[in-house]
């Protein structure tokens, strides 16, 4: 670490766990909601056929997130990112809460709950700034109907932000792999696009994944107690 100029960090939903937000596969089954697997409601296929639900399922999950704040893993990270010549932490999770810790820059590769984007001019807006029970919400620039500006499954990550964590990853010499089971692309590849730049692979994570067995070091325990320890 001390000799690392280019550090690169790809969280999940682990990181967050300790911040009382549920992860998706952890806790010994799949998350369901109202009957639901999270990758059924979660799919681009149901906001074409059922936006309203959607919504219904994004505006529960922000319930959840109102009481939930940064832990001491977001915090160590956000402390770690003056201290490299290149520094990018790249996020699957959509709560916000690495931003809310003071991270810079985060690359959301899977967007953000807090946002909504519309399905006709593309144009976003801030849940937060602009409270409205309206579902599905209505753009403010064209009138059209709006979804959450979330990356669901069998859609594209959004095309810079991917960009950028793709160079971010290539271009590390130590990488971390952060609360994350490492099975949704493309998102999982980005630490093998380092591995394969020569980086250094630490995986931070109470369980094993299948990038486990490419990581050079394994740290086995929660993020929050883990990442404060490491002292460089
Ligand atoms: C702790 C801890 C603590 C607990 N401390 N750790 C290649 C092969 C096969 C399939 C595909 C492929 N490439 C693409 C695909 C299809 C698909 C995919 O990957 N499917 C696989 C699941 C099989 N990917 C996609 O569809 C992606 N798009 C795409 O590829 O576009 C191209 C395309 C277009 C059209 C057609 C085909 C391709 C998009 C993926 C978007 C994923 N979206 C979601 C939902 C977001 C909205 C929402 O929140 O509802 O993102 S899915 C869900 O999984 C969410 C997460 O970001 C993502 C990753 O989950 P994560 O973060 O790893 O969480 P968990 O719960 O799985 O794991 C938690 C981990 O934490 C565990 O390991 C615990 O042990 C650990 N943990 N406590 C540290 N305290
Ligand atoms: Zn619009």
Redesign the pocket.
């Known amino acids: 670490m001390r000799s690392a100029r280019g550090v690169f960090v790809l969280?999940?939903?682990?990181?967050s766990?300790?911040s009382g937000v549920p992860?998706?596969?952890?806790g010994g089954g799949a998350?369901v909601w109202k009957g639901l697997p999270?990758?059924v409601?979660?799919s681009?296929s149901m906001v074409r056929s059922n936006l309203p639900e959607v919504w219904e399922?994004?505006d529960y999950?922000r319930g959840v997130l109102e009481s939930c704040r940064p832990n001491r893993?977001h915090e160590t990270l956000a402390g770690w990112q003056n201290r490299f010549e290149r520094f990018t932490l790249a996020t699957?999770?959509?709560d916000g809460l690495h931003a809310e810790a003071g991270s810079r820059g985060v690359l959301e590769?899977?967007?953000n709950?807090w946002r909504a984007l519309c399905l006709n001019c593309d144009g976003r807006e801030d849940l937060r700034r602009k409270p409205s029970d309206v579902r599905p919400p209505v753009c403010d620039e064209c009138g059209g109907r709006m979804r959450?500006d979330?990356?669901?499954?069998?859609?594209?990550?959004p095309a810079g932000v991917w960009d950028e964590a793709a160079d971010g990853s290539a271009a590390s010499d130590v990488c971390f792999i952060?609360?994350?089971?490492?099975?949704?692309?493309?998102?999982?590849s980005l630490p093998l696009a380092a591995k394969h730049a020569g980086a250094f692979l630490v995986e931070?994570?109470?369980?094993p994944?299948p990038l486990s067995n490419v990581c050079d070091l394994a740290l086995r325990?929660?993020?929050?107690e883990?990442l404060p320890q490491i002292e460089f």
């Open positions: 969280t999940g939903a682990g990181v766990a300790e992860t998706f596969r952890g998350a999270f990758d409601i979660s681009a399922w994004f999950r893993a699957q999770n959509i590769l899977h967007g709950v959450p979330v990356v669901l499954f069998g859609e594209m990550l952060v609360g994350t089971s490492a099975l949704v692309h493309p998102a999982a931070v994570n109470p369980e994944t325990g929660p993020a929050g883990v």
